[in-house]
């Protein structure tokens, strides 16, 4: 288990310029999920996946945002014509379905996007 | 919608000393509950989680969490805090009918810890 990993760890783009940040989930979990977490505040759900199929979308995800996860493992996430208020840690988790509900949640240590 | 109330931004313990953090949820049906710590930059790590059963759960690094029905509360608890357990808290409540699909998050409790 080598953890879920996040890359780039911090991304400083000016505003108007489109990112793209990717995730590698625990290479066994089918569930991969985007989160947004604001300075002081909680994380938020984005959307999920399971394999390769977008299951959820919350309405943060605006037209600007678009995740994709092409072959059901790593996934990536884009958002285009960034906004200064698109400012946040942007947190990756997956977990297996095996245990149904029992399997916890694992966060990747996120991507810190900068825009100035 | 469910929702996640932590009352206090920023509690301040003696190592040593004994703590509480406070979480009250709005559901409508028994929910899934789970307390998530994070270190400054890192990503969150489980606590512990209720699902149903005993309403006192164990979690990793000695805390523990009861769940009380009648006061929609979840709160986390140690006996004895470590200078290392300085981190946010997160509590979080999934959709019992999706399971942890879409978890909803409290704001966070900020710990710091004194000597």
């Known amino acids: 288990d080598t953890g879920v990993s996040q890359d780039p760890r911090h991304k400083i783009t000016k505003r108007g310029q489109n990112v793209t940040f990717r995730c590698d989930p625990i290479s066994e979990h089918n569930r991969l999920y985007w989160y947004r977490q604001t300075l002081g505040q909680g994380p938020e759900f984005l959307t999920y996946?399971?394999?390769?199929?977008?299951?959820?979308k919350s309405r943060l995800l605006s037209d600007r945002f678009s995740a994709e996860r092409p072959k059901g493992s790593f996934s990536t996430l884009e958002i285009q014509r960034t906004e200064q208020g698109d400012s946040a840690m942007y947190l990756c988790?997956?977990?297996?379905?095996?245990?149904?509900?029992?399997?916890?949640?694992?966060f990747g240590n996120g991507t810190r996007l900068t825009v100035t | 919608a469910q929702s996640v109330t932590q009352p206090d931004i920023h509690i301040t313990v003696s190592e040593g000393a004994s703590l509480e953090l406070r979480c009250n949820y709005s559901?409508?049906?028994?929910?899934?509950l789970f307390w998530y710590v994070q270190s400054p930059g890192q990503g969150l790590q489980l606590l512990l989680k209720?699902?149903?059963?005993?309403?006192l759960v164990q979690g990793i690094k000695g805390f523990e969490a009861e769940f009380k029905r009648s006061q929609s509360s979840f709160n986390l608890r140690k006996p004895s805090v470590h200078w290392s357990d300085a981190a946010e808290y997160f509590c979080a409540v999934g959709l019992s009918n999706f399971g942890n699909e879409k978890l909803t998050f409290g704001t966070g409790t900020r710990l710091t810890i004194i000597p």
């Open positions: 559901y409508g049906a028994t929910p899934y």
């Open positions: 988790a997956s977990r297996g379905t095996t245990s149904s509900y029992n399997s916890p949640l694992h």
């Open positions: 209720y699902f149903s059963g005993d309403t």
């Open positions: 996946f399971q394999n390769e199929a977008q299951l959820e």
